[in-house]
C-alpha cells in the first residue's frame, strides 16, 4: 500500500511540477522523488504515515493552481482542495500547515479586482470541503462510542506532545537526522538552492514565494513535534525534487557548456542528482540480507531479532491468547499473530509530561488486568523514563509481572551488541551469561 501511494504521489508530482518547468525536468522531479521514497535511512521498515499524507497533499496544491486559472469551476476546485487537505489530515495532522499556505497562494496568483474577496471566497469553500471530510470521520467514530478517544488522541494530546520536547533536546534530534540524511540528499539540496536563486534571478517572484511557502509549511510539519524522526523529513521531498529539478533545468541552459549537446548536459545533471541515492541505496537492494539491512538502518535496535523471538512467543501461548508487551515493540504482536492486552501496542502515549497521565496508566494496568495476557515482553524503552514522565505503569508492571509470571527467555546482548535468547533453565548460572548484558525478559504467566 506504501508503494502504491508513492507511485500516486510521484505521478502528482510531475504535473505539479509541469506547471513550472519544461515536462523532461518534471518527469525527472517526479522519478527523483520516487527514487528517495524508497531510502531506508528515511523511512526505515515500515510504511509511515508520510507516504499517505503527500498524495492528497500534493493532489490540493494542484486543485489550488486548477483553481486560480478557471473561471467556471473556481467553487468546485475550491471545495476539492480543501477536502484533499482534510483527506491529508487525517493521514497525519501535520497536513493542517497546508491551509493557511493554500489561502495566500490563491491571494498570490488570483488577478483582477477584489483580490481579498475572491480569496476568502475560496477559503470558505475549502474550509468546507475540508469539514466535509471532518464530519465524515467524527460521525464514524460517533456512531462507535469513540468521539471522545478521537479528539483526544488526534487533538489534545497531541497539542500535549508537540510541547514536550526542550528546545536543546530539538536541536540534538534534528543534528542527528541531518546528519544521516545528508548522506543520500546532500547534492539534491544544492540543486533545490539553486532553483530558488534561478526564480529570483530569473524575476519569477510568484513561483518563488510559492514554492518558499510550501518549504516553510512542510518544514514547519516536520520540526512541530522536536523529535525530527528521519521519516518526517519525507514530507519535504516533492518541494526539494521539484526545486531541484527546476535548478538542474536552469543548469542545463547555462552558457559555460553550450558546446556539449543537450542529452549529454542533462545526463551530467542526471547523474550528479542520484548518484550519493544510489550509493546509499544500493547495498540495501543488492548486497545486504533483510536482517543486515536492519541492522544498518537501526544499529542500537534488537528489530532484525523480532521474528525469531515472535516464535517463541507463538510456542508458548495459544493462539486465542492475549500478550502484554512492555516495551514499544508491536511487530512483535504482528509476527506472533497474537492480539495485545492493552490498546496501546507501543506505550509512548502513556509516558510524557502530560497533564492525564497518571489517570491513563491507571486504566491501561485495569485493561491489562482484565484481559490476562497469558505471556509479557518485558523490554522497555529509553524514553519511558525521560524527565517529567510519571512512573506509575512502570511500577505496577513490575509488580503484574513479579507476582503473576516466570521468566521463559532472557534478551543478553554481547559486547559486540549481538542479541542472544538465553532459555531460563532452573539454577542456570555461567560466567559466559553473566557477562552478558540484559536487555529483556519473556516471560509466561504461573499456572494456577
Known sequence: MGLLFSAASA?????????????????????LFAFLSTDPLVEGTAANTELFMLFPLILSQIALLFAV??????????????????MAMAFKQVAIFN??????????????????????????????GGAAIWCFIGTYFFLRHGLNDLIYHVF????????????????????????????SQLVIWGFSAVGFVALCMT???????????????????????????????????PVICLTAALGAGELEGASFWKATSVWNRRAIL????????????DPFLFLYSPKEAVREIYPRDIFAEMPDLAKRMAQITRPNERVFVFGAEPELLFYARRVSATRYIFLFPLYGPYS??????????DEISANKPAAAL???????????????????????????????????????????????????????????????????????
Open 99 to 128: 491551509w493557511p499556505l493554500l489561502f495566500f497562494s490563491y491571494w498570490l496568483f488570483v488577478a483582477g479586482p477584489q483580490r481579498l474577496s475572491k480569496t476568502l471566497y475560496f477559503a470558505w469553500w475549502s474550509a468546507v
Open 378 to 448: 518485558y523490554l522497555p524503552d529509553e524514553f519511558f523514563f525521560s524527565a517529567g514522565s510519571e512512573q506509575y505503569f512502570t511500577r505496577w508492571s513490575q509488580t503484574y509481572l513479579l507476582h503473576n509470571f516466570h521468566a521463559d527467555t532472557y534478551l543478553k546482548v554481547d559486547q559486540s551488541n549481538i542479541v542472544h535468547f538465553i532459555p531460563c533453565v532452573p539454577n542456570q548460572s555461567s560466567q559466559a551469561l553473566d557477562e552478558l548484558r540484559l536487555l529483556g525478559i519473556l516471560a509466561v504467566r504461573n499456572s494456577k
Open 156 to 183: 489534545t494530546h497531541n497539542l500535549e506532545y508537540i510541547r514536550t520536547t526542550p528546545w536543546s533536546v530539538r536541536l540534538k534530534y534534528c543534528s542527528a537526522t541531518l546528519k544521516a540524511i545528508s548522506r
Open 270 to 281: 542526471g547523474v550528479a542528482l542520484t548518484v550519493l541515492p544510489f550509493i546509499v541505496i
Open 203 to 237: 524575476k519569477r517572484v510568484k513561483i518563488f514565494v510559492f514554492l518558499a511557502g510550501l518549504m516553510i509549511t512542510s518544514l514547519a510539519g516536520v520540526s512541530v513535534s522536536g523529535y525530527f524522526f528521519p521519516h518526517y523529513f519525507q514530507q519535504l521531498l
Open 69 to 86: 486559472s478557471e473561471n467556471r469551476r473556481k467553487i468546485p476546485l475550491a471545495i476539492l482542495a480543501g477536502a484533499l487537505t482534510g
Open 11 to 31: 505521478c502528482a508530482l510531475f504535473f505539479l511540477s509541469l506547471r513550472f518547468m519544461k515536462q523532461f525536468w518534471a518527469m525527472f522531479s517526479s522519478v
Open 356 to 365: 492525564d497521565a497518571r489517570a491513563r496508566q491507571i486504566e491501561t494496568a
